[in-house]
């Protein structure tokens, strides 16, 4: 009965997604890539804290439609969020990489917590040749928010794993001020001299002077027989 309740009610609610009698317009995405998605005050509000805190009682009164701006999410993303909101549904299975991690990072602007977890471990269970192909710049973003810590683990742990991807990566330079705090974490032991050479030591200027200097012993110095 529960379960049937429960199919029952998002059946109703679901009904309300094509409505004519909403009094909310979401307007996301920027550029070529603008969609208005229409929706009601207290759906929004019973689902995410941000929606809740910039729909008050007073503002629906003031005014018959209210209209939200959110350039920061996608057309695509704010869909599969909407449709959670009146379905119960959350499918994204047939989506890119790229647009999982769009989802993650709207997610934890609406403040969707439950949602942000499941996509973290979505995109590193699923997903995880694409993390490995954009790690750096992932990192880069969700190295301050403190709801990506699952994510925020799993490249790091990459990193220690596979350090000369992060020197080899096109995006280094660029973000070198965010990478460099990874760098003692590194096990420079593990890589071969060759590779040092070619692909590590053109970044000394970035490595700690005493790091490097042990890496420098390391391999200059002739190592015990163990």
């Known amino acids: 009965m529960i379960l049937k309740f429960h199919s029952d009610f998002f059946k109703d609610i679901s009904s309300l997604l094509n409505a004519d009698n909403y009094n909310v317009i979401i307007k996301v995405g ?18 995410s804290q941000h929606f809740k805190y910039i729909i008050s009682n007073d503002i629906i009164k003031k005014c018959n439609i209210l209209t939200i701006n959110k350039p920061n999410i996608t057309p695509t993303v704010f869909e599969i969020i909407l ?13 890119s990489g790229e647009n999982n991690f769009d989802l993650l990072i709207a997610c934890d602007d609406l403040f969707l917590e439950e949602l942000v977890k ?9 997903q995880e040749s694409w993390i490995q192909q954009n790690f750096v710049l992932i990192l880069n ?34 973000l070198k001020n965010t990478l460099s705090i990874f760098i003692p974490l590194i096990k420079f032991i593990n890589i071969a001299s060759d590779d040092f050479y070619d692909n590590v030591r053109p970044y000394e ?8 200097d042990d890496i420098m012993k390391y ?5 015990p027989l163990s």
């Open 219 to 223: 391999y200059l110095v002739k190592q």
């Open 30 to 47: 920027e550029k070529e890539n603008i969609k208005e998605f229409y929706a009601h005050s207290n759906i929004l509000r019973a689902h």
């Open 83 to 95: 449709k959670y909101f009146y379905t119960g549904k959350f499918n994204i299975e047939n989506q």
């Open 118 to 126: 499941y996509v973290q471990y979505y995109l590193i269970d699923k």
């Open 141 to 174: 973003i969700i190295f301050n928010l403190p709801n990506f810590k699952k994510l925020q683990d799993y490249c790091i742990s990459f990193i220690c794993r596979n350090p000369l991807i992060l020197f080899n990566s096109k995006d280094y330079g660029y």
């Open 205 to 212: 200027a970035i490595i700690p002077i005493d790091i490097y």
